[in-house]
């Protein structure tokens, strides 16, 4: 039997008939009894448009043709549960409705076959940071740790890796929400494998391995995130900021930043430096949102220091909600307008560390409301004696155009001080990669004695000694905030975040400590 390229998904156990499954414009092409049918879309048979684009002729001998087929199947997986299984080809998904499919179905599969040091390919995307979407391939098996893949941090999208299952051929076999891999299958044999599929899919021998699979999951469910986004709306029109709140969604350049404006704001004249939660639930009429959907429409943007009618950055103000929600026991966090489902183990474990980190006993002065960081580092300098202005002092090291580092924001002694204003997980990402790049690189002798000419041409001469010990120093993070919590109140992703930051730093020899800078 010649091998063949199967994609098989799992449909939702709340959807029984075919008609729910596929789009309207699917059409029958075969059925085979009540519990197997193939559809079909018709090919778009056509010339291809790079012929005439490119060569600047057509030709009747040169057609191209999408197919999609969708193979819809019925099976009974034991005595008491009865599941429908798809198998598409060709573009074949197109013909599947959205939120039809099992979520993760072939992850488990893949996860539940194959042991960790099998891997050849992940897709992953970082969670804890910037949403950075990667795909990393090794030339042979290896474990998911080579990947530099990050327990706490990484939501995994796919894994490819080499199986040693005899049903499945013994081979390279894929897993997301579908499950792929080629094999000897046909319409004469098809049951018995995915009666097999399942009852891999089932298993729970993935966290043996992968026991952190569960931390963390996207949320795809439409009428979830619907109840979700309902609740949203329900908070802000409470006017409660506790649970959920708006923040600058990614790092912008202050120097640049005139002010934040949001779209029907009432009082245009007034400029703010952050977004403020009440002026947004006041842009709205009578103060009042109707739906989710208007938050989508609503648009945050930060205008020009050159221009006050230019936008340097700008956002929908679904993109700036951040923060978490608890419904029917579980946890869902929000951040960049995408929702995610939390392990409550693991919200447990991760508020617990970050409740752990040491608080700083600085005096630090209040953030004026529309102080921005630049102005506030420089009032903080002088009311601290001994203080100096160091976020200005941006060291080039390592090569490349504009790859200057900044050892920190304002130094007192022995304290190096990282300061940012409250805002999204991406946002405060910067503040803890710019406080865990400058630890490193303060342990290179190179990098020290250009930082030390920099210092010393100001006049700084008790920052860094000959002898460099990073146990001496300490490593504060600062954060400006509106909410004045003695711990700063920080979206639950930015916990991730800083607590892997703060056992970098640790484990580098340094100490941390962590303030919260109340905004007045």
């Given at each position: 039997m010649a091998k063949i390229?199967?994609?098989?998904?799992?449909?939702?156990?709340?959807?029984?008939?075919?008609?729910?499954?596929?789009?309207?414009?699917?059409?029958?092409?075969?059925?085979?009894?009540?519990?197997?049918?193939?559809?079909?879309?018709?090919?778009?048979?056509?010339?291809?448009?790079?012929?005439?684009?490119?060569?600047?002729?057509?030709?009747?001998?040169?057609?191209?043709?999408?197919?999609?087929?969708?193979?819809?199947?019925?099976?009974?997986?034991?005595?008491?549960?009865?599941?429908?299984?798809?198998?598409?080809?060709?573009?074949?998904?197109t013909l599947l409705k959205d939120d039809v499919c099992e979520e993760q179905f072939g992850l488990k599969i893949v996860l539940n076959t194959i042991t960790r040091n099998k891997i050849r390919r992940i897709s992953k995307t970082?969670?804890?940071?910037?949403?950075?979407?990667?795909?990393?391939?090794?030339?042979?098996?290896?474990?998911?740790?080579?990947?530099?893949?990050?327990?706490?941090?990484?939501?995994?999208?796919?894994?490819?890796?080499?199986?040693?299952?005899?049903?499945?051929?013994?081979?390279?076999?894929?897993?997301?929400?579908?499950?792929?891999?080629?094999?000897?299958?046909?319409i004469t044999n098809i049951e018995e494998f995915l009666v097999y599929c399942y009852?891999?899919?089932?298993?729970?021998?993935?966290?043996?391995?992968?026991?952190?699979?569960?931390?963390?999951?996207?949320?795809?469910?439409?009428?979830?995130?619907?109840?979700?986004?309902?609740?949203?709306?329900?908070?802000?029109?409470?006017?409660?900021?506790?649970?959920?709140?708006?923040?600058?969604?990614?790092?912008?350049?202050?120097?640049n930043a005139r002010c934040i404006y949001i779209s029907g704001q009432s009082d245009r004249d007034v400029e703010y430096m952050d977004i403020e939660n009440d002026v947004f639930i006041d842009s709205f009429q009578n103060g009042q949102i109707q739906n989710f959907d208007q938050i989508k429409s609503k648009s945050i943007s930060v205008k020009s220091t050159e221009d006050k009618n230019l936008d340097i950055a700008k956002w929908s103000a679904a993109k700036c909600v951040v923060g978490s929600l608890e419904i029917n026991g579980f946890t869902y966090a929000i951040n960049g307008g995408t929702w995610y489902k939390i392990n409550n183990d693991f919200v447990t474990k991760i508020n617990n560390a970050y409740s752990n980190i040491e608080l700083s006993d600085i005096d630090f002065i209040d953030c004026p409301q529309?102080?921005?960081?630049?102005?506030?580092?420089?009032?903080?300098?002088?009311?601290l004696q001994g203080s100096h202005l160091i976020h200005k002092y941006n060291i080039p090291f390592g090569g490349g155009r504009g790859n200057a580092i900044e050892p920190c924001d304002v130094a007192i002694g022995k304290t190096l001080i990282h300061i940012k204003n409250n805002g999204g997980s991406s946002y405060l990402s910067h503040l803890f990669?710019?406080?865990?790049?400058?630890?490193?690189?303060?342990?290179?002798?190179i990098f020290r004695e250009k930082f030390k000419e920099k210092l010393l041409s100001n006049n700084i001469t008790d920052l860094i000694d000959d002898d460099f010990n990073a146990p001496d120093y300490t490593i504060v993070v600062g954060i400006i905030n509106k909410n004045h919590n003695e711990r700063p109140h920080i979206p639950f992703f930015s916990k991730v975040s800083i607590n892997y930051a703060a056992t970098l730093i640790l484990n580098l020899g340094y100490k941390f400590k962590l303030k919260t800078i109340k905004r007045v």
């Open positions: 390229n199967l994609s098989i998904y799992l449909i939702k156990d709340n959807i029984t008939e075919f008609s729910d499954i596929v789009e309207e414009d699917a059409i029958e092409l075969h059925q085979y009894d009540d519990n197997s049918i193939v559809y079909y879309n018709r090919s778009n048979i056509k010339e291809p448009d790079w012929l005439f684009n490119f060569f600047n002729f057509h030709s009747e001998n040169l057609r191209t043709a999408n197919s999609r087929v969708l193979f819809l199947k019925r099976v009974a997986v034991d005595e008491n549960c009865t599941r429908i299984f798809a198998i598409t080809f060709g573009y074949g998904k970082d969670i804890g940071k910037n949403y950075k979407q990667s795909q990393e391939q090794m030339p042979r098996e290896s474990d998911i740790l080579e990947f530099g893949f990050d327990i706490d941090r990484d939501l995994i999208k796919y894994v490819t890796g080499k199986s040693e299952d005899e049903i499945f051929g013994k081979a390279i076999i894929t897993g997301g929400d579908i499950f792929n891999l080629v094999i000897d299958k046909d009852n891999k899919y089932i298993l729970n021998t993935y966290k043996d391995n992968f026991e952190w699979l569960d931390n963390i999951k996207l949320v795809k469910d439409k009428s979830l995130i619907e109840i979700l986004n309902s609740k949203v709306v329900e908070e802000f029109n409470h006017r409660d900021f506790s649970h959920v709140w708006l923040a600058i969604p990614e790092f912008i350049n202050w120097e529309n102080d921005d960081e630049d102005h506030y580092n420089q009032a903080l300098v002088n009311s990669n710019q406080a865990t790049n400058s630890c490193q690189l303060l342990k290179d002798p």
